[in-house]
């Protein structure tokens, strides 16, 4: 239980903290200069907070307009409808999720640019109001996730609970919440964190150009690296379903608050750090060129190695679908006569494409994109990095658990398939 609090207050902290150092400090990590400073810099702290950060009502409007327009979208758009893994305890059930996302984001993006062609929203009031929408963000991700917790409580939803209120409200209590057709984790896991992610990175371009008059190579790294990460997202929609977080994960404030605030505010912190502290600087060309070449090296491998594995699960299952207009479609995204490793629990484990050389080929090229993100940003503050370093964390202690709860599931299997794929990340490195 206090492990959760901690994280609890951790994220808060890290969130404004960094914000602070971007915002009052030039990316510089404040502190105070000894013990009879620590009230008075708390109290700095808080007084940055309150005059850079509070909520405004122009603020929650922008925010809430996002997600009633997202909410809409999914109830209106059509997709392809995919089946989830069975839910063992529900004798086998398996939700239909209505995978419409890649069409809510052409018609979001066609809006985004709609709204800065005609001059009605241009990009940079994001950026102008990034304070109080983070704020706005933060109230919300709480907001929604004692709303969430409370409902399933009530109408019994409950699933997988440990009896410990903070834990559980932490974890959460229903697994597979909705609204009607509307899959709360989904929506929350594709739509909301990464699409408001790239429209806070294109924010931050425009203010560059407002402010400067350019926008910088490694700002348009960072337009593409999120662009390449928010359309995998809704391209990819239908392999969502069998991923871990909404296979296992429940809905709690880990990944609602994650979702709704830290995901699109603190990943784009490097977008905020060019835009505000940095400017439109410029590295070599050959520092810029390499970031370039393994951003879409990194990316080629993770897209791919996601959908080899998510596409075979799906083509065992009799639920792939072909979707030629989900773009950019990748060489080997998916295997012809893959090699699996059959188990006693009857699912396969897919041995070939990338998956021959290790058991997390999908989280090493996720991080390397992450470290990128970082790197491009140059070595004038450490807060870009600060996204690395959490994703690295929160990645190994992931790996840990699905780890744990493969060798459980999976028994003498899971050794001889350990044995078959010894790295986990790198083959011969780790
Ligand atoms: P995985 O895609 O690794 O899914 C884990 C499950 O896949 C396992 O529990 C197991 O389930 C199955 N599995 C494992 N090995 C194999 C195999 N060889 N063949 C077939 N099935 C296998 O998990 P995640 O959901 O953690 O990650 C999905 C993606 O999301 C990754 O690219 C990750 O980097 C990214 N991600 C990004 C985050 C971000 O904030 N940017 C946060 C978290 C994830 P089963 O019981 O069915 O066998």
């Known amino acids: 239980m206090w492990g959760v609090i901690g994280i609890m207050i951790f994220s808060h902290t890290l969130i ?22 620590i009230i008075p810099f708390f109290a700095r702290m808080g007084k940055h907070v309150v005059e850079g950060a509070s909520p405004t009502w122009y603020a929650c409007m922008i925010y809430w307009a996002f997600l009633l327009f ?18 063992e305890h529900e004798g086998g059930r398996q939700l239909v999720y209505n995978c419409n996302a890649l069409q809510a984001w052409y018609i979001t993006l066609g809006l985004w640019v709609y709204l800065q062609w005609s001059g ?53 209590a229903s697994l597979n919440p909705r609204i009607g057709s509307l899959d709360m984790k989904m929506f929350a896991e594709i739509r909301i964190s990464w699409m408001l992610l790239f429209f806070l990175t294109t924010s931050c371009a425009a203010y560059m150009h407002e402010v400067h008059g350019t926008v910088s190579w490694p700002m348009l790294f960072l337009c593409l690296a999120h662009l390449f990460y928010a359309n995998a997202c809704m391209k990819g929609e239908e392999c969502i379903p069998s991923t871990w977080d909404i296979f296992y994960e429940k809905n709690g404030w880990m990944l609602i608050f994650w979702n709704f605030a830290g995901v ?129 964390t929160h990645l190994m202690h992931r790996g840990m658990r699905d780890n744990e709860r493969c060798a459980k599931k999976y028994g003498k299997d899971w050794d001889r398939y350990l044995a078959k794929v010894p790295a986990q990340f790198v083959p011969g490195v780790f």
């Open 120 to 172: 009605l929203f241009p990009w940079s009031t994001l950026m102008h109001h990034y304070g109080p929408l983070l704020t706005a963000s933060v109230i919300s991700g709480n907001a929604i996730s004692v709303f969430s917790f409370v409902i399933a409580i009530a109408t019994g939803a409950q699933f997988r609970m440990s009896g410990n209120l903070v834990y559980d409200f932490f974890m959460g």
């Open 70 to 87: 997202e909410a809409f979208l999914q109830y209106v758009c059509t997709g392809v409808m995919v089946k989830g893994l069975p839910l």
């Open 16 to 37: 404004y903290y960094c914000w602070i150092c971007l915002t009052y400090y030039e990316g510089r990590f404040p502190y105070p200069s000894g013990v009879s400073d």
């Open 264 to 392: 699109p505010f603190v990943y784009c912190f490097q977008s905020v750090y060019l835009a505000k502290v940095a400017g439109p600087i410029e590295h070599s060309s050959w520092y810029t060129i390499t970031l370039y070449v393994i951003l879409c090296t990194a990316y080629y491998i993770w897209d791919t190695a996601n959908s080899q594995k998510n596409h075979f699960r799906m083509q065992q299952a009799g639920t792939y679908i072909k979707r030629p207009w989900a773009l950019p479609q990748l060489p080997w995204q998916t295997l012809k006569d893959p090699q699996y490793m059959t188990t006693d629990r009857g699912s396969k484990l897919l041995i070939s494409g990338w998956w021959a050389y290790a058991r997390k080929p999908h989280y090493a090229a996720d991080l390397t994109m992450s470290l990128c993100w970082g790197l491009i940003c140059g070595f004038g503050s450490w807060v870009p990095f600060i996204y690395f370093a959490f994703f690295f």
